[in-house]
């Protein structure tokens, strides 16, 4: 919410009255979680989160809105977030339950939702969350810390750099903009993101 993407503009927000000492804002709308649990599934299968992502993708696909979901490693959806066209802020008790947690939103766009923004990089690198999975109409973009590695903040600053960089030397607009963005980013985070630590995941639509 505080820090989007050039054209694009798609983030996560982290909310007032946390530790984190950057600019924070509002929180949105709650949403009932039994709209993402799986029902009638064994607790703890990994059937339980392919299900939960797919119902995430369901329910939100096409809404115009970006949707914001915490879940666990047993696919249970704790907290559930509705924000606006191009953002989505968890309330205090959401931020805290990231912790530890996957956090799942989509980037809305009818035509190119792209992948992170250096607010959506932020949020991950700040709330200790396992995950950040942004689901687009394209794919799903995955960012997750590398298993026995030590993560740096700093790719929050350089990445936030590379996106002004992109925008500022962009005349595009519409799809054709957010395509462009799109690449841009994909490749500097497919290319970098182990260089801090981190993992960097694209899996295609089917």
Not at 56 to 78: N, Y
């Amino acid at each position: 919410m505080f820090n989007n993407m050039g054209g694009r503009g798609s983030s996560v927000g982290i909310p007032s009255g946390t530790s984190y000492k950057g600019r924070k804002s509002n929180s949105d709308r709650r949403l009932n979680t039994m709209m993402f649990n799986p029902i009638g599934t064994t607790k703890g299968s990994k059937r339980n989160v392919n299900l939960t992502l797919n119902n995430f993708d369901r329910k939100t696909f096409g809404s115009g809105k970006e949707t914001l979901a915490i879940m666990d490693d047993k696919g249970r959806v704790s907290h559930a977030f509705k924000g606006k066209s191009g953002s989505v802020t968890p309330d205090v008790e959401g931020y805290n339950a990231s912790k530890n947690s996957h956090v799942i939103h989509n980037h809305p766009s009818k035509t190119w939702g792209g992948t992170f923004s250096p607010a959506d990089v932020n949020y991950l690198v700040n709330s200790g969350a396992k995950s950040v999975r942004a689901v687009a109409r394209e794919g799903s973009y995955i960012l997750r810390p590398r298993k026995g590695t030590t993560q740096s903040s700093k790719i929050v600053k350089d990445y936030s750099r590379v996106s002004k960089n992109v925008h500022k030397n962009n005349n595009l607009s519409g799809k054709a903009n957010r395509q462009y963005q799109t690449g841009q980013y994909h490749k500097w985070l497919k290319d970098n993101a182990s260089n801090y630590g981190y993992e960097y995941i694209y899996l295609k639509r089917k």
